[in-house]
């Protein structure tokens, strides 16, 4: 099993009805799936603070949502996320990472190094996975915190889970 | 059209009265600053969903609810500076090919909370003609009471993807508050959507 099927698995098992995402490189097959799955609607946003009001939405009308993106997103959302905040929504988001691991683009480094304290500082709780064999467990665990605990839970997926990217150099 | 807002023809209240008469059982989300109160003005709900922040999320709001509730009609209200902040929410809705999503800006060429400074669509941004860009396929613009006499049903009703702006007077009205515990509105509004027994 790859490890982002481990994360669809999961989805699967918490009856996640709505999928929105930016697309990342990283997410590209999850996504691929969400898309084919007749019980799930995936959602592509123009930029990912719209996700963070999309699952808002969902969760007032009785549907489990998660927020798929890459690290750069999560400085998108900043304001955003006081929705989920003030309102105690629950709220799932998956983060691929940039600017973490053998990062070939410098312009992903700012977020990339922000990204766990600025969203711990906006109320999540945030775990980081690096080990292929434990995203599903991680990934059951956010959905958790998220949908029972009520809470605004992050999974960083670590870099080293992702191809390197290199531009072709 | 007059040239300047404080001459439209179009009453907010009076607007949001007509549009939330005999409501049904659409569900409302109003978008921060004077759609909130307007929308308290026509008679607090308990499924209506002020927003008292979250500026430029309002139709995303929308998408979402009309996603989980294909059978409800979503009535997205906001103003024109809500709508300028979130102008992105419009292509993903269209492309989300939503058939229950209503978008209703209130556009009175002003940001009203925050002093009455001029938004975008006073020098001719064209929000009707943005949500048809997106593809919205029933996108108009509203200035006189026989227009919006013509566009009731389609707000109230559809069908399909609807988009709205109606130019209403810029005016500063006397504040309407809904109840600005969110976590209140949140439940008040999932318990009577999805029934009293919701965790
Ligand atoms: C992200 C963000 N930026 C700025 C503000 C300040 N603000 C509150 S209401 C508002 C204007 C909203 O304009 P509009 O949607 O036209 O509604 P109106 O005020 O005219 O009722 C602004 C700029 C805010 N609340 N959030």
New interface residues.
Partial sequence: MEWWQGIYQALKDAEV??V?YVPDAGHAKLIEACHADKEI?A?????E???????????????R?VLLMQSSGVGNCI??F??AK????PLAVFVTMRGQWKEFNPWQLPMGSTVDPAMTTAGFSVNTVDDPADVADYAQATLHHAFVGGEMAGLLLHQKLTPVKTFGK | MPSTASEFLLRRREVVGKLLHDRGDRLVIGGLGSTAWDITAAGDHDLSFPLWGAMGGTVAIGIGLATAQPDRRVLVVTGDGDMLMGMGSLATAARQNLKNLTVCVFDNEHYGETGMQTTHTASGTNLAAIAAGCGFANSRQVETEDQLTEALPLLRDGPGLQFVCIKVRAEKLAFVLPPKDGVFLKTRFRRALLGADVV
Avoid: K, P, Y
């Fill in positions: 009805r709505q929105a609607t959602i592509s946003l123009t930029t603070e719209e996700g963070v009001g999309v699952l808002a939405g969902a969760w007032l009308g009785g549907d949502g304001n955003m006081s929705l003030t309102c105690q929504f």
